[in-house]
Nanobody, 124 residues
């Protein structure tokens, strides 16, 4: 069992930065691949970034590549999403998720545990 709590969302101007954190509980956190997804009003929940259990592999959606960075600290049981050069189209609720998988997967239905989400709003 893994419980996830996101934090770090907020309101930022276009071009600005935010860092999201996802704190996990549960002994098996370090064996899970982790992902960040986002969902804008009226839209599907989309994959943003993922990281393998060891942190050696990362994967990004094309829309955020070069602007966002995912990382993890297994000792602190925390995953981060550094978001730079934010755009209004990045506005969404951002969710952290855990996947009992060796590889990073991009489909939300593959993920086993989810946080409650944190709102990110980017103003133009």
């Amino acid at each position: 069992q893994v419980q996830l709590v996101e934090s770090g969302g907020g309101l930022v101007q276009a071009g600005g930065s935010l860092r999201l954190s996802c704190a996990a509980s549960g002994r098996t956190f370090r064996t899970y691949a982790m992902g960040w997804f986002r969902q804008a009003p009226g839209k599907e929940r989309d994959f943003v970034a993922g990281i393998s259990w060891s942190g050696s592999s990362t994967y990004y959606a094309d829309s955020v590549k070069g602007r966002f960075t995912i990382s993890r600290d297994n000792a602190k049981k925390t995953v981060y999403l550094q978001m730079n050069s934010l755009k209004p189209e990045d506005t969404a609720v951002y969710y952290c998720a855990a996947d009992n998988s060796i590889v990073v997967r991009t489909t939300s239905s593959e993920y086993d545990y989810w946080g409650q989400g944190t709102q990110v709003t980017v103003s133009s």
